[in-house]
C-alpha cells in the first residue's frame, strides 16, 4: 500500500490543530474539506440506539448524499448530554460552515471522549476558527488530532491509475475509559455518484469495521464517512470503487485490530458448515465475545472445550456431535471430540487463527477478528473516569 | 435460614469420597439417595447445544419424573468427548444402579471440572463401590465433593412445619479454567407430585439461576435437579412448595454470586421501563455481560455513561432521549443526560445496586446479577489448562 493521507487524492484539504479539549496537551481538533468539482458522499453510523449528538447532526448532513467538509474533535464524545448537546453540535457545524462560505448541512461533525461531558464551547469556537484558516496539505496531521487511546496514528492510502483514495481512522470499537468510538474518514478523487459510494461503503463496512469486535461494545458515536469529488477527471466502475473502498478499509480495520486497547494476541475466528453466512457471523461473534475464550487466549491455552461451550449457545444452525475445530491449522477438536495432541498446540505467537465447522454441511461462512482479554484491558478500562 | 444439609430432609442418605479424579486430592465424588417412599423427581438442564454426557444420560433418566438416587464426580466434566463420553456416564449410572438394586434410569449422574478430558473409568468404578458402601447422614460432605474452585460449600435448608428441603450446589455459569458447570441438588421430604416439582423448580429457576449471569457464558454441564420423597407424611400446597423451593434456590444463588471467580463486586442490575419482563431481562442481560460497564465497577467508578452505551444495544422498547440511571440509589442519569454530583457516586462497598429505567412507561421490570470483571477473573481464567 502506498504512503499517502486524507489530503493527497486531489482537492482535498485539511487542518488539524490543539483547541485544549484534551488535558493531555495532544491535538484535538480537525477539520477535512472537499474543494469540490463534486461533492458526493455517503456514510454509515453506529447502530447503537443511544446516539451522540455529533452522530445525529451528520445523519441529517449526508442524508442527501452531499457534503463539502467534516469537521473533528477528539477528547470529549458529546453523548449523553441533552438538548444542549445537540445545540452545541450544530452550533459547531454552523460555525465551520459560516466561515467556509457553504450551507451548514454541507458540513459533518464527528467527535470521541468522555461520554456525558458538555463540549467546551469557547474552546471548539476558537478551534474551529484556527483550522478554516490553516487548510492545507496536512492530512497526518489531522490523523493525529482525532486519536484517543490509540498509540498510532491510523492512515491507509490506495492508489489507482489517474485516482486515489486516502483514508484516516481512529480507535476501534468501544475500548478505553469512556473514550468511546471509532471514527473513519475515506476520500477520493475519483467521480462517483453518492448511490454507488453508499453501496462501496456498506459492501466493505460488513466485512471489514462489523467484524471486528473487540469486547462487544458498540460506540454511541461511531462514524464512517466516505466523500469523492470527481477531482481526477476519471469514473471508475462499480467493481473499481467497491475494491478501492474495500482495501482502504481493510487495512484500517487490520490497523484498529493490531492497536487496540491491551491486545496481546490477533485472533481471527472462521466459522463454516452452518445454514448461511449470517448464522456463520452470529456463531463466530459470539465465540469472539466469551471471556473464557478471550482469556485462554491471553493464556495462549489451545482450550479448545471453551470454544465448543461458546458456540453451543450461538444463534446458528450446527450438529452438536459434530463440531470440528483448529487452531492455527491443527485439528484440536473432531467431531465434538478431542483431537490427538490438540493440548500441545502452540498458540504463543501474536497471531491465532480459529476455525469452527458447525458440522451441518451448509454453506454458511464467516470471520470475525478480535483480540484477547488482558490484564491490561482491564486495568485500563478500570481507571477511574474523571 | 436454619442450618441444614440434603440428609436432613426424612427419608435421604448420602456418601462422598475421594476418588483420585481431582490432582489436588481433595474429595471428588457423591451419591445421594432417595430411600422413598416416593420418588418424584424434576429437574432443569443447561440450554447450551453442546450437553455434555452426564446431561444427555440425566435427562432421559429424569424424563419419567422418577429418580432414586444422584452420582455426582468433580474434576471432569465428561463434555465433549463423543461415543466414549456417553459409554462411560452409562457404565457409571449402571453400576450404582446395581449396586443400590435400582433401575438405571432411576439414578442421574452429573460431572464438573475440564472440558474433553475422559472420565478415568478405573477410578469412576472404585468410586462408585465405596460410595454406596458409605451411605449415611453425609450431607456435608456430599456438597464439600461437588466442589471445583469454589472457596466454600453451598448448602440451603428450609424448615418448615414438619417437612424440611435441603439442597446443596456448586459453581456459577463457566468461571474457571475449563471447570464448568453449575449443579443443584434439591430434596425434600414432603409429598410432592412430579409436575408440581417441575413447576416449582422451573418458577424458582427463573428469577434465582437464570438471572445470575457472571459472565454470559454457559456450560456444557449445568444440571438442576430437585427430588421429593414424602416421607415427613405431609402434602404441602403448590404455593408453598414453590416459596420453599424458590427459598432454597435463591440462597444457593446467593452464595454463587458471592463467591464467584475474581469477585470484588456484587452487582445487581435492574431495567423497568420498557414493554415488558422479557425485554427488561434482555436490557439488564446487555449491561451486566458488557466489559467495559463490568471493568468500571471492578473500579468503583460511577461510569454511567457506558451503562447508557451498553443498554443501546439491548433488544428491547426504550426512549433513547429518556433514560434514566442511579447507582445505589442515587440519580446519576436523567433523561439520558449526567445528573449534577454523578461523578461523585461512592462505589466503593461491595454491593452495587444499578437501576435503568428505559424511559417508555412501559410496565417491564426484571433484575440480573453480576460480578465485576477484574485482574483476578483475567489470572484464574488465562492459567494454562493442562
Known amino acids: 500500500m502506498t504512503q499517502g493521507t486524507v489530503t493527497t487524492p486531489k482537492g482535498f484539504v485539511a487542518a488539524a490543530t490543539t483547541a485544549g479539549i484534551k488535558p493531555s496537551g495532544n491535538s484535538d481538533m480537525a477539520l477535512v474539506v472537499n474543494e469540490g468539482p463534486e461533492f458526493n458522499a455517503a456514510a454509515v453510523y453506529t447502530r447503537n440506539r443511544v446516539k451522540a449528538s455529533p452522530v445525529k447532526v451528520s445523519r441529517e448532513a449526508t442524508s442527501n448524499g452531499q457534503l463539502k467538509a467534516v469537521l473533528f474533535n477528539s477528547g470529549n464524545a458529546n453523548a449523553c448530554n441533552g438538548a444542549q448537546g445537540d445545540a452545541d453540535a450544530r452550533e459547531a457545524q454552523a460555525r465551520a460552515a459560516e466561515h467556509l462560505g457553504v450551507a451548514a448541512d454541507d458540513v459533518a461533525v464527528c467527535s470521541t471522549g468522555l461520554i456525558g461531558e458538555l463540549l467546551p464551547m469557547d474552546k471548539v469556537r476558537a478551534g474551529v476558527d484556527v483550522l478554516v484558516g490553516a487548510l492545507g496539505d496536512n492530512g497526518q496531521a489531522a490523523a493525529e488530532a482525532i486519536m484517543t487511546t490509540d498509540t498510532v496514528s491510523k492512515q491507509a492510502f490506495v492508489q489507482r491509475d489517474g485516482w486515489s483514495v486516502g483514508s484516516m481512522g481512529k480507535g476501534v470499537g468501544m475500548m478505553a475509559p469512556s473514550l468511546a468510538t471509532m471514527l473513519v474518514l475515506v476520500v477520493t478523487d475519483a467521480s462517483i455518484s453518492n448511490e454507488a459510494l453508499q453501496q462501496a461503503l456498506e459492501k466493505a463496512s460488513e466485512v471489514t469495521f462489523n467484524t471486528l ?47 487496540a486497547e491491551g491486545v496481546t494476541k490477533r485472533v481471527s475466528i472462521t466459522v463454516r458448515g452452518t445454514a448461511n453466512n449470517e448464522q456463520a457471523l452470529n456463531a463466530a461473534r ?59 498446540v502452540d498458540l504463543s505467537g501474536m497471531d491465532i487463527a480459529v476455525e469452527v465447522d458447525l458440522g451441518t454441511g451448509g454453506p454458511g461462512v464467516a470471520t470475525v477478528r478480535t483480540t484477547d482479554l488482558s490484564h491490561s484491558y482491564v486495568e485500563i478500562n478500570s481507571a477511574y473516569s474523571s
Open 213 to 259: 469486535d473487540i469486547d462487544g461494545s458498540t460506540s454511541t458515536n461511531d462514524t464512517v464517512i466516505v466523500m469523492a469529488n470527481g477531482a481526477s477527471g476519471i469514473t471508475p466502475s462499480q467493481d473499481e470503487v467497491d475494491a478501492a473502498i474495500m482495501e482502504a478499509c481493510q487495512s484500517l480495520a487490520d490497523q484498529m485490530q493490531g492497536d
Open 286 to 344: 459470539t465465540i469472539g465475545r466469551d471471556n473464557l475464550f478471550k482469556c485462554a487466549m491471553f493464556g495462549s491455552d489451545p482450550n479448545w472445550g471453551r470454544t465448543l461451550a461458546a458456540v453451543g449457545m450461538a444463534d446458528a444452525e450446527m450438529d452438536p456431535d459434530n463440531i470440528s475445530v483448529m487452531f492455527n491449522g491443527q485439528p484440536v477438536c473432531v467431531a465434538s471430540t478431542g483431537a490427538p495432541g490438540a493440548r500441545d
